[in-house]
């Protein structure tokens, strides 16, 4: 008796676990199906612009929203591992060249094209860099469908962001600041040209829709790309636009504006002595950072905001001047890489602290070498 129970016991338990068995394959059986009915086919006979145009029989716009709509279907039925960019680009371009001034199409290839191909990374290198040029591709034929080309023109020739917001010529140069702002994404974050991507990021600092830090993106960009003087001269201009009273302001405005007269018509390297001024100057009349008074002191309406980051890219010109000549003794390295060291071998004689270090913490930003940009630059640490 004793052993017929344990024998049907032995069988309940190898049905229930066949049963568990059964029960999560079919689950796994039913996902995977789940999964393969929301894959929309490729469009392997997507026409030409061309053909598209030429059976559309006059009603381009209607024709381009039908394709938008598969578009969108194509995307979200595609986003699992990033399938979609195998024809987004081409669609975004079809739908573009039938009606041109439909925004969308153009925002939707220029935040979706350049992105990371989904899990899996299942891409090439050259695939990925083709997806950049496309997205690129797409965002300049928007600038140049959305935008004035004469404002877009005198805008890149001038460095004055108080000039650029408010003067009449450059005001509003696009009908929406969109397609522009995420070309400079793309330039400088895909294509790691920062002087390119701040050129659109003044563009996009005219515009009355604009989001707020675009004005600070073009400044920090034009450091980003080299150009750290056109950097310094556009966070004085942008620190001299809010007119502010306060005897710091002045003081501190008044001073990196000689040092900016002296790094542009001198055309002498900085000096350590220089760099050390400022700092000593900034720390006698601007107030302490703290983690508790950041926002309110770095805040856009804050003259402070800007004066830091124009005395910032001064230190980084200053390190950049002196690894240049490291680089030049030393032709086998391409840099010194840390500031101590640049310090410890002579090429430089004060070591820049930037002002948004918090006293309290022991931390903020420090400078050292981005081999991304091939230069100098800034990041949170120790």
Known sequence: MLKSMKTWVIVLGIMVIGYGFHYVNTLNYMKEKQIQSLYVNHPE???TSEAAEASSFGFR???????WLQAIQYIGSNAIDGEYKKYLGAMMQIITDLNPYFESPYVIGELLLPSNDGVGGKFSESKNQDNILQG???????VKNFCDSDKIDLIFKENDLE???NDPQFKNPCKSYKIPY??????YFYMQDGTTSSQYYKVVAAQEDAPSGAKVLA??????????????????SLAKSLGSSEDSCTFMTQKINDAYNYITQENLPISAEMVAAIEADSKLVLPVLTEENENDILDDTQCTNYLVKAIREINLLY????????VKDNPEEESAQRTQKLFDEKYIQFIPTDYQQYSDADYGIIYKYNDEIGRFDYEMGY
């Open 163 to 165: 000039k650029i917001q």
């Open 61 to 67: 716009n209607v024709i381009a929203d039908l394709y």
């Open 182 to 187: 995420y070309l400079a994404y793309i330039y």
């Open 136 to 142: 690129e591709a797409l965002g300049l034929k928007g």
């Open 45 to 47: 006979m997507l026409p």
């Open 319 to 326: 390190i950049e001047q002196a690894d240049a000549q490291y």
């Open 219 to 236: 400044a920090i960009m034009q450091g980003k790309g080299g150009e750290r003087e056109k950097s310094i001269f556009m966070f004085l």
